[in-house]
Protein backbone atom coordinates (compact mmCIF):
# COMPACT_ATOMS: atom_id res chain seq x y z
CA UNK A 1 0.00 0.00 0.00
CA UNK A 2 1.20 3.39 -1.00
CA UNK A 3 1.92 5.87 1.80
CA UNK A 4 -0.11 8.89 2.62
CA UNK A 5 1.13 12.27 1.31
CA UNK A 6 2.12 14.81 4.06
CA UNK A 7 -0.52 17.10 5.23
CA UNK A 8 1.79 20.07 3.48
CA UNK A 9 2.34 17.80 -0.25
CA UNK A 10 -1.66 17.50 -0.82
CA UNK A 11 -3.30 20.03 -3.26
CA UNK A 12 -4.49 23.41 -1.54
CA UNK A 13 -8.29 22.54 -2.31
CA UNK A 14 -7.79 19.76 0.00
CA UNK A 15 -5.98 21.65 2.51
CA UNK A 16 -8.28 23.13 5.48
CA UNK A 17 -6.41 25.47 6.68
CA UNK A 18 -5.79 27.10 2.92
CA UNK A 19 -9.42 26.27 2.06
CA UNK A 20 -10.20 28.65 4.98
CA UNK A 21 -8.26 31.28 3.67
CA UNK A 22 -9.84 31.14 0.43
CA UNK A 23 -13.23 31.11 1.06
CA UNK A 24 -12.24 33.64 3.70
CA UNK A 25 -14.83 31.57 6.23
CA UNK A 26 -14.29 29.21 8.75
CA UNK A 27 -18.08 28.09 8.14
CA UNK A 28 -16.92 26.56 4.40
CA UNK A 29 -15.33 23.82 6.02
CA UNK A 30 -16.36 20.59 7.13
CA UNK A 31 -15.98 19.09 11.04
CA UNK A 32 -13.49 16.81 10.06
CA UNK A 33 -11.85 20.25 8.46
CA UNK A 34 -12.43 22.17 11.30
CA UNK A 35 -10.64 19.50 13.56
CA UNK A 36 -7.91 19.31 10.99
CA UNK A 37 -7.21 22.88 11.75
CA UNK A 38 -6.69 22.57 15.63
CA UNK A 39 -5.06 19.67 15.49
CA UNK A 40 -2.36 20.85 12.70
CA UNK A 41 -0.40 17.72 12.08
CA UNK A 42 -0.22 14.01 11.60
CA UNK A 43 1.64 10.99 12.77
CA UNK A 44 4.15 9.01 10.41
CA UNK A 45 1.86 7.25 7.70
CA UNK A 46 -1.45 9.31 8.93
CA UNK A 47 -2.44 12.77 7.69
CA UNK A 48 -3.75 15.44 9.80
CA UNK A 49 -6.99 14.84 8.20
CA UNK A 50 -7.02 10.88 8.79
CA UNK A 51 -6.47 11.56 12.04
CA UNK A 52 -9.00 14.22 12.49
CA UNK A 53 -11.81 11.48 10.88
CA UNK A 54 -10.75 9.07 13.08
CA UNK A 55 -10.81 10.91 16.10
CA UNK A 56 -14.01 11.89 15.19
CA UNK A 57 -15.47 8.72 14.41
CA UNK A 58 -14.01 7.21 17.83
CA UNK A 59 -16.53 9.90 19.27
CA UNK A 60 -19.40 9.11 17.39
CA UNK A 61 -19.48 12.41 15.63
CA UNK A 62 -18.27 15.46 16.68
CA UNK A 63 -21.25 16.84 19.21
CA UNK A 64 -19.65 13.63 21.36
CA UNK A 65 -15.64 15.39 20.87
CA UNK A 66 -17.83 18.41 21.59
CA UNK A 67 -19.09 17.38 25.24
CA UNK A 68 -15.80 15.52 27.03
CA UNK A 69 -13.36 17.11 29.04
CA UNK A 70 -9.76 15.81 28.78
CA UNK A 71 -10.37 12.77 30.94
CA UNK A 72 -12.86 11.40 29.22
CA UNK A 73 -10.99 12.46 25.82
CA UNK A 74 -7.83 10.51 26.64
CA UNK A 75 -10.24 7.68 27.79
CA UNK A 76 -11.81 7.16 25.00
CA UNK A 77 -8.80 8.09 22.65
CA UNK A 78 -7.44 5.06 24.80
CA UNK A 79 -10.15 2.39 24.05
CA UNK A 80 -10.33 3.53 20.16
CA UNK A 81 -6.66 2.46 19.95
CA UNK A 82 -7.15 -1.17 21.73
CA UNK A 83 -10.28 -1.50 19.46
CA UNK A 84 -8.89 -0.32 16.19
CA UNK A 85 -5.01 -1.31 16.18
CA UNK A 86 -4.22 -0.79 12.46
CA UNK A 87 -5.49 2.49 12.48
CA UNK A 88 -4.21 4.21 16.09
CA UNK A 89 -4.90 7.78 17.20
CA UNK A 90 -1.77 8.13 17.54
CA UNK A 91 -0.01 11.97 18.66
CA UNK A 92 -2.77 12.51 21.19
CA UNK A 93 -1.07 12.68 24.44
CA UNK A 94 -1.55 14.69 27.42
CA UNK A 95 -0.85 17.61 26.45
CA UNK A 96 -3.39 17.59 22.99
CA UNK A 97 -6.37 16.02 25.16
CA UNK A 98 -5.70 18.79 27.37
CA UNK A 99 -5.57 21.55 24.63
CA UNK A 100 -8.55 19.78 22.81
CA UNK A 101 -10.65 19.48 26.20
CA UNK A 102 -9.82 23.44 26.45
CA UNK A 103 -11.26 24.54 22.89
CA UNK A 104 -14.84 22.46 23.40
CA UNK A 105 -14.85 24.54 27.11
CA UNK A 106 -14.67 27.58 25.34
CA UNK A 107 -17.16 26.95 22.81
CA UNK A 108 -19.54 25.38 25.27
CA UNK A 109 -18.94 28.50 27.20
CA UNK A 110 -19.41 30.79 24.07
CA UNK A 111 -22.83 29.11 23.84
CA UNK A 112 -23.83 29.59 27.40
CA UNK A 113 -23.25 33.17 27.31
CA UNK A 114 -25.75 33.10 24.23
CA UNK A 115 -28.78 34.86 26.17
CA UNK A 116 -28.42 37.84 28.02
CA UNK A 117 -28.89 37.85 31.49
CA UNK A 118 -31.21 40.74 33.13
CA UNK A 119 -30.70 41.68 36.39
CA UNK A 120 -33.63 43.96 36.50
CA UNK A 121 -36.10 41.29 35.06
CA UNK A 122 -38.31 40.46 38.45
CA UNK A 123 -38.88 36.87 38.49
CA UNK A 124 -42.76 36.54 39.11
CA UNK A 125 -43.28 33.10 37.22
CA UNK A 126 -42.11 29.55 36.50
CA UNK A 127 -41.29 30.10 32.83
CA UNK A 128 -39.23 33.18 33.50
CA UNK A 129 -37.58 31.47 36.23
CA UNK A 130 -36.81 28.71 33.83
CA UNK A 131 -35.47 31.52 31.28
CA UNK A 132 -32.77 32.43 33.64
CA UNK A 133 -31.84 29.27 34.65
CA UNK A 134 -31.12 28.23 31.13
CA UNK A 135 -28.52 31.09 30.80
CA UNK A 136 -26.22 28.82 32.43
CA UNK A 137 -27.17 25.42 31.33
CA UNK A 138 -24.99 23.93 29.45
CA UNK A 139 -25.51 22.56 25.65
CA UNK A 140 -26.11 18.76 25.57
CA UNK A 141 -25.60 18.52 29.69
CA UNK A 142 -24.58 15.11 30.88
CA UNK A 143 -24.53 15.67 34.40
CA UNK A 144 -27.03 16.46 36.57
CA UNK A 145 -26.03 20.11 38.52
CA UNK A 146 -27.91 22.04 41.16
CA UNK A 147 -27.99 26.15 41.32
CA UNK A 148 -29.90 28.79 43.57
CA UNK A 149 -31.04 31.71 41.81
CA UNK A 150 -30.74 34.72 44.64
CA UNK A 151 -33.66 37.27 44.59
CA UNK A 152 -33.91 40.58 46.63
CA UNK A 153 -36.94 42.20 47.51
CA UNK A 154 -38.65 42.78 44.49
CA UNK A 155 -37.86 39.44 43.46
CA UNK A 156 -35.04 40.68 40.60
CA UNK A 157 -31.81 38.55 40.60
CA UNK A 158 -29.14 39.26 42.72
CA UNK A 159 -26.47 37.43 40.70
CA UNK A 160 -26.76 34.82 37.97
CA UNK A 161 -28.07 31.31 38.72
CA UNK A 162 -24.95 29.94 41.12
CA UNK A 163 -23.97 26.48 40.87
CA UNK A 164 -23.58 24.44 44.33
CA UNK A 165 -23.49 21.00 43.24
CA UNK A 166 -22.60 18.74 40.28
CA UNK A 167 -23.33 15.07 40.45
CA UNK A 168 -23.96 12.38 38.30
CA UNK A 169 -26.02 11.41 35.16
CA UNK A 170 -28.52 10.31 37.47
CA UNK A 171 -28.52 12.36 40.23
CA UNK A 172 -27.14 15.52 42.34
CA UNK A 173 -26.90 15.50 45.92
CA UNK A 174 -27.17 18.79 47.88
CA UNK A 175 -27.90 20.26 51.60
CA UNK A 176 -29.32 22.56 52.75
CA UNK A 177 -26.99 24.72 54.49
CA UNK A 178 -24.87 25.09 51.24
CA UNK A 179 -28.19 26.58 49.51
CA UNK A 180 -28.73 29.07 52.43
CA UNK A 181 -24.96 30.06 53.08
CA UNK A 182 -25.29 30.90 49.66
CA UNK A 183 -28.38 32.82 50.28
CA UNK A 184 -27.29 34.81 53.30
CA UNK A 185 -23.80 35.63 51.62
CA UNK A 186 -26.44 37.46 48.95
CA UNK A 187 -28.60 38.76 51.49
CA UNK A 188 -31.62 37.38 49.37
CA UNK A 189 -34.77 37.76 50.33
CA UNK A 190 -35.99 35.03 48.48
CA UNK A 191 -34.63 32.08 46.50
CA UNK A 192 -35.38 30.12 43.37
CA UNK A 193 -33.54 26.62 43.18
CA UNK A 194 -33.39 24.23 39.75
CA UNK A 195 -31.44 21.17 38.84
CA UNK A 196 -31.51 19.80 35.35
CA UNK A 197 -32.51 16.29 34.17
CA UNK A 198 -29.63 15.10 31.57
CA UNK A 199 -32.24 12.72 30.53
CA UNK A 200 -34.32 14.81 28.98
CA UNK A 201 -37.90 14.01 31.01
CA UNK A 202 -38.28 17.04 33.95
CA UNK A 203 -40.56 14.61 35.70
CA UNK A 204 -39.38 15.04 39.43
CA UNK A 205 -38.11 11.53 41.17
CA UNK A 206 -39.20 11.31 44.75
CA UNK A 207 -36.18 12.37 45.75
CA UNK A 208 -36.33 15.95 44.28
CA UNK A 209 -40.05 15.79 45.70
CA UNK A 210 -38.32 15.29 49.76
CA UNK A 211 -35.82 17.65 48.80
CA UNK A 212 -37.64 20.30 47.43
CA UNK A 213 -39.91 19.90 51.05
CA UNK A 214 -36.83 20.55 53.26
CA UNK A 215 -35.87 23.41 51.26
CA UNK A 216 -39.09 24.61 51.91
CA UNK A 217 -39.07 24.24 55.50
CA UNK A 218 -35.81 25.56 56.11
CA UNK A 219 -37.12 28.57 54.01
CA UNK A 220 -39.57 28.96 56.39
CA UNK A 221 -37.04 28.56 59.66
CA UNK A 222 -34.14 31.30 57.84
CA UNK A 223 -36.63 33.28 57.01
CA UNK A 224 -35.80 33.20 53.45
CA UNK A 225 -38.91 31.80 51.49
CA UNK A 226 -38.02 28.98 48.45
CA UNK A 227 -40.16 30.64 45.60
CA UNK A 228 -40.09 27.34 43.32
CA UNK A 229 -37.64 24.45 42.38
CA UNK A 230 -37.64 23.99 38.71
CA UNK A 231 -36.65 20.61 37.01
CA UNK A 232 -34.94 21.53 33.34
CA UNK A 233 -34.60 19.02 30.57
CA UNK A 234 -34.19 20.60 26.88
CA UNK A 235 -36.97 22.99 26.24
CA UNK A 236 -39.34 21.58 28.97
CA UNK A 237 -38.96 22.17 32.71
CA UNK A 238 -41.03 20.85 35.98
CA UNK A 239 -42.17 23.94 38.18
CA UNK A 240 -43.24 22.59 41.96
CA UNK A 241 -44.78 25.75 42.83
CA UNK A 242 -47.08 25.57 39.35
CA UNK A 243 -48.19 22.29 40.36
CA UNK A 244 -48.85 23.34 43.90
CA UNK A 245 -45.67 20.75 45.52
CA UNK A 246 -43.63 22.98 46.86
CA UNK A 247 -44.96 23.46 50.90
CA UNK A 248 -45.03 20.19 51.89
CA UNK A 249 -48.46 18.41 54.10
CA UNK A 250 -49.56 19.80 56.84
CA UNK A 251 -48.17 16.69 58.85
CA UNK A 252 -44.20 17.59 58.07
CA UNK A 253 -44.52 21.00 58.67
CA UNK A 254 -42.63 21.35 61.87
CA UNK A 255 -43.26 25.18 62.39
CA UNK A 256 -46.31 26.83 63.52
CA UNK A 257 -49.26 28.48 61.35
Not at 138 to 158: D, G, H, M
Amino acid sequence: MAQECKFGEQARELLPREKMEDSGTAGALTSVELLAVLLKTGSEGCSVMELARRLIDAFDGAEGLFRCDYREIEARVARYNAEHPAQKLLGLGHVKCVELAAICELARRAYDERETFDRKKVIASPEEAAACFRTVLRLNETRERFWVLPLNVKRQPLAVPQMIALGTADGVSVHPRDIFSLAVRWEAHSIVVAHNHPSGNPTPSKLDQDLTWRLFEAGQMMGIPVRDHLVLADEFYYSFAEHNRLCPPPERLYLPK
